[in-house]
């Protein structure tokens, strides 16, 4: 991880999405070693406001600014999906992955580490919608990232994944990363949470 003082600022954003909109005055500051939920309904704008941080949706009014140059390069962004390639295993969508963002580390350690030893080599048409899931949150096994971004990332996973999931996000979160992510029903232990509702932010924590 190259810098674990990164912060996140954001002044006054909003966004409309059809002509309705989804948030608007959001103002706070996240900081590394801060993990943050952003709940709210079905089509609430939690994936929205995740693709704004991220610099993939770019139609926004206020600020966001990321307080260190290199941002992108300390950013592990997992999506509303898994992001699973079906033609290729396990070990081969890791490895994908890895070097579509440059990400590096061991991808065999990480399956292991989120219970797919012995899938490696099982074309992920083959897997259960949890076990892709797990695929995809391998890579947070691999190289220590100082932000996490995270969409919907305990769809799918079992309860022993979910315990194992808190678990990282603590301990990445202790090792100086900001981590945020959408859950819209479960809310985290000692997380700072952001809700967003009718067109409204809040922050609760
Ligand atoms: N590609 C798109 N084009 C136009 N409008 C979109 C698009 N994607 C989403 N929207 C609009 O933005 C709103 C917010 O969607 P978003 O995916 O951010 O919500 P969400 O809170 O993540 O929902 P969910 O809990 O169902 O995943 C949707 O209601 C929809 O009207």
């Not at 999906?81 to 061991?106: F, I, K, M, T």
């Not at 949150?137 to 190289?143: F, I």
Request: glycine share 10%.
């Amino acid at each position: 991880m190259s810098d674990s003082s990164i912060r996140l600022e954001l002044v006054q954003l909003g966004c409309e999405r059809d002509d309705r909109m989804l948030f608007s005055g959001l103002s706070l500051t996240a900081r590394a070693g801060e993990i943050w939920q952003i709940t709210g309904a079905n089509g609430a704008g939690k994936t929205t406001l995740l693709r704004i941080l991220v610099g993939l949706h770019g139609f926004f009014e206020g600020e966001r600014r990321w307080w260190q140059p290199q941002w992108q390069q300390d950013l592990l962004y997992l999506g509303h999906q898994p992001g699973v390639r079906e033609e290729l295993n396990p070990l081969e969508n890791l490895r994908y992955a890895c070097a579509l963002n440059h990400q590096v580390g061991d991808p065999m350690a990480a399956l292991a580490a989120v219970g797919l030893r012995g899938f490696e080599d099982v074309p992920a048409a083959h897997l259960s919608a949890g076990q892709k899931r797990r695929v995809a949150l391998a890579r947070l096994w691999l190289e220590r990232k100082a932000v996490w971004v995270l969409d919907e990332p305990y769809t799918a996973i079992d309860q022993d994944g979910v315990a194992q999931l808190d678990a990282q996000m603590q301990q990445a979160a202790e090792a100086g990363s900001l981590v945020i992510y959408t859950s819209h029903h479960r809310v985290g232990d000692g997380v700072q949470r952001l809700h967003l509702e009718n067109g409204r932010a809040e922050v609760l924590s």
